[in-house]
């Protein structure tokens, strides 16, 4: 097994993002999509009043985190959970509410970098991209490949990889797949070169980018998940709390652009020449609009060059009347 890099996105504006917010004794972060801890530790390191909860549905994330996070002590506990799952871990811990939620979603450095896990397609792997492999992993690439429908594997490389091929891709792979299974990774790309016409592969990046991350999406439920979590994070964290997040695809930054744009949203009518007392918004962009990274980030780090940054800060109580 090799061993995995990780290079945290963005690093030094997240942790200036979230330090605000956990500059208090007892302070708390969630760091809802942990991966090897690299955004936890710099938090830990940096902010020295708060503790870190962090959540991985990859257990193989949270024993390479926990190893790496053990210097910092009872400062740092690690959970094995989904992120939608967010309100189930903090009433677990006997915790009304917290002071910050960090995301950094998609795949991470450790998945791509073990090639057993089916995530590159650089590498010929099983298909497996499920994130978390035991036994509440679900369906594999290769179920998906082998078992949907032309029409819905249509669907998914369209809608996740925003795939212009997706039907010319669909029909090669339920008549290959007539011949035999899909296993591995290598037999897809060398699909993928075979249907994908060479000017088209001249541009966009490697040929198998957008199917590979539509399975992986796929895979994991990932919007939907997205979907779930993003109102409870919103909904957890307490006055001068704030939720970071990094996205890497249009759809996922949509969705969270769409969930900060309704809760900084005001209940008075827009033809009201004043907000009366009570009706502000109970939270504020904290960026404005989304943020990327720059130049010489991406140049350093290639796996920033998607990425969009956008933080929300609770400054009302949930009620309006006491403290969260």
């Known amino acids: 097994m090799t061993t ?35 955004h936890s530790e710099a938090v830990l390191a940096r902010c020295e009043l708060a503790r870190v909860v962090g959540i991985d549905r990859d257990p193989r994330a949270l024993e390479l985190s926990r190893e790496r996070l053990a210097p910092y002590g009872d400062r740092f506990t690690a959970v094995h959970a989904v992120y939608d799952e967010i309100p189930d871990v903090l009433d677990d811990l006997g915790l009304a509410h917290v002071d910050g939620v960090l995301f950094d979603l998609g795949v991470s450095s450790m998945q791509l970098d073990l090639a057993e896990r089916g995530f590159a397609y650089s590498v010929d792997a099983p298909l497996d991209m499920r994130m978390d492999s035991g036994a509440r992993g679900g369906p594999t690439a290769a179920d998906v490949l082998n078992t ?51 000017p088209a592969r001249r541009t966009g990046g490697h040929p198998a980018k957008r199917t590979f991350q539509a399975l992986r999406m796929e895979v994991n439920d990932e919007l939907r998940v997205l979907e779930r979590a993003m109102p409870a994070a919103i909904d957890a964290i307490g006055v001068g709390g704030r939720v970071v997040v990094e996205a890497y695809h249009s759809l996922e930054d949509r ?27 109970a939270l504020r962009l904290v960026t404005r609009g989304s943020e990327q990274a720059s130049a010489a980030e991406i140049a350093e780090n290639p796996r920033a060059a998607s990425v969009r940054l956008r933080a929300i800060e609770r400054v009302r109580p949930h009620d309006g009347k006491g403290a969260a």
């Open 255 to 281: 969705l969270v652009k769409r969930a900060f744009t309704a809760a900084t949203a005001s209940d008075v009518p827009e033809d009201l020449p004043f907000v009366p007392e009570g009706h502000e918004p």
């Open 148 to 198: 949907y429908e032309g029409r819905d594997l249509v669907r998914v490389l369209r809608d996740y990889g925003e795939e212009r091929m997706a039907r010319r891709i669909a029909d090669a792979i339920v008549r290959e797949r007539a011949k035999e299974p899909f296993t591995t990774s290598g037999r897809l790309v060398a699909l993928l070169y075979d249907v994908i016409p060479a």
């Open 4 to 38: 995995p890099r990780h290079v945290p996105v963005l690093l030094d504006r997240v942790v200036a993002l979230l330090a605000p917010a956990l500059d208090h004794s007892d302070a708390v972060l969630v760091d809802a999509t942990l991966g090897l801890g690299g």
